[in-house]
């Protein structure tokens, strides 16, 4: 038998913020937005671009496709590798996917050297995102549950106690409902499910899947 490949979790952002970060009276804006593909990120960064036209630099760093695929970034005209790097890696280092950031400098005539500036646009990034909304993506399956109705409420319980709320509840003769969970814990959902019910209900993947974790 194949083994199946394991599909780490990544985190998204649902909704992207915007922090600052002043060193030296040098502002540094962050922007923090989801994008799908590489021409949405462009675009994104124009945008950021114009709006903030007035601005010394507009650093730019975006990661594409859940095992980061495509990645870049920009450093706008600042020393090579002080910027754009510095903000990917905490993209990175943050396990995002499919999200860029554009840190807007506005200059406020000190120096920072190198190493200031790697700490200032990393900590305007950081900053940004704390200011966003981001959720992990977990690799899942849908379950299709179908239980008399005796079981039914054994099985809401078990499903209530790992946090898993049930979808699509149907009424007939027979009761179906389904769950999405975390890939990992299917085998012992499915075992848990099939002594409290005596083997009387049956269970059915649909499909795999990534999912929001709510928690």
């Known amino acids: 038998m194949e083994k199946e490949e394991i599909r780490e979790p990544y985190k998204v952002v649902l909704d992207g913020g915007q922090g600052e970060l002043v060193e030296k009276k040098s502002r540094f804006i962050a922007t923090v937005r989801p994008v799908e593909t590489e021409e949405e990120a462009a675009a994104f960064i124009e945008e950021m ?58 200059f406020g005539g000190t120096l920072l050297g190198t190493g200031g500036l790697v700490r200032a646009y990393s900590g305007a990034v950081k900053e940004g995102l704390l200011a966003s909304s981001i959720k992990t993506m977990r690799y899942g399956t849908r379950l299709l549950i179908d239980t008399d109705y005796n079981g039914a409420g054994k099985i809401q319980y078990i499903l209530g106690q790992k946090d898993i709320q049930p979808a699509d509840i149907s009424y007939t003769d027979r009761v179906q409902m389904q769950g999405l969970l975390p890939r990992e814990t299917v085998e012992g959902l499915k075992k848990e499910i099939t002594e409290a019910t005596n083997a009387r209900a049956v269970l059915t993947e649909l499909e795999s899947l990534y999912f929001v974790d709510k928690k």
């Open 49 to 106: 671009k114009k709006k903030y036209w007035d601005a010394r630099h507009n650093c730019s760093a975006f990661v594409i496709g859940r095992k980061a695929e495509l990645t870049r970034c920009s450093d706008d005209g600042e020393p090579s590798g002080t910027a754009g790097r510095p903000m990917l890696e905490v993209l990175l280092g943050e396990q995002l996917r499919n999200v860029a950031v554009v840190v807007t400098r506005y």
